[in-house]
């Protein structure tokens, strides 16, 4: 039996490869992105510098905000209705305000408190800090994005125990194991399974927010190519191009991190894993030249 055929999708699939050619050909060919000098600046040490803080400030903020998540879900969850309150108020605030407010305010923090002290409330302070000097560039940045990816790591944090079966309450506690133990032993290691994938997805956000600490002072990847931009102001397209293939890799690599993280949270609740990356590159050209093949035949 002859196999239906499908006009339609082949004229729109010629008329996707056509525009695809078009843009890919106009990359290659316009004068204007400078690819000579973007292979020039790819892997200069200011730009890799850059990179380097970039990561170094994704990676200790993805830390500090899932630990600040976790908190922040558990006063949402607890019996207490100041905790409650506190918790919703936060994740309400930090939602809400922009990224760059919060950074640009905590840059200016010491407008406002000049020293910070540690001491009896209202009353005697034993020990008092200069906050120009703890708030550094880089403490600024970190403390920022970790304020605000702690207000939604508590909601992704908050999702994952709401989504473990009640059942399993019950059971831990008809074992006669602590509130803390059930929580720790069977509660929570159920909820990663929920919590781990999609934090982990949250962290390609996270990657990208990273760029906004340029306008606090500190030169990460998007910083330096705006501070060489400034120096070099017919490098400013290079630059930019530079800057988007680096985190068009960056995101890539958490993408296929977070592929395998889902792959190893699923075994034991889905039959069938999700394939890897790899895998379904392989399969899709293999699915590819089979088509192409009895396309010719026919």
Known sequence: MRPPRHPGRWIATAVVLVLLAQFVHGLAT????????FAYWFLRPTILDGLLITLEVTAL???LGLLGGIVVALAR??????????????????RSIPLIVVLIFLYNFSALYRTLSIGVPFGP????????????????AVVGLSLNEAAYAAEVV???????DQGQHEAAAALGLS??????????????RAIVPAYVNQLI??????SLVFYVSLLDLFGAAQTMGSTYPGDIVPLLLVVTVWYLILTSLVSVVQSYV????ARGASRALSPTPLRTLRTACTELRARIRREAAV
């Open 30 to 37: 316009n004068p204007f992105y400078q690819w000579d000098r």
């Open 61 to 63: 903020s993805a830390v």
């Open 77 to 94: 969850l607890s019996a207490s209705p100041v905790l409650r309150a506190v918790g919703w108020t936060y994740v309400w605030a930090l």
């Open 125 to 140: 302070a034993f020990f008092r800090f200069d906050e120009s000097r703890l708030a550094t560039d880089m403490v600024v």
């Open 158 to 164: 908050r999702g994952g125990i709401l989504s473990v």
């Open 179 to 192: 509130r803390r133990r059930q929580f720790t032993r069977i509660v929570f290691p159920q909820a990663l």
């Open 205 to 210: 956000g996270l990657v990208k927010s990273t």
């Open 262 to 265: 889902e792959r190893h949270h």
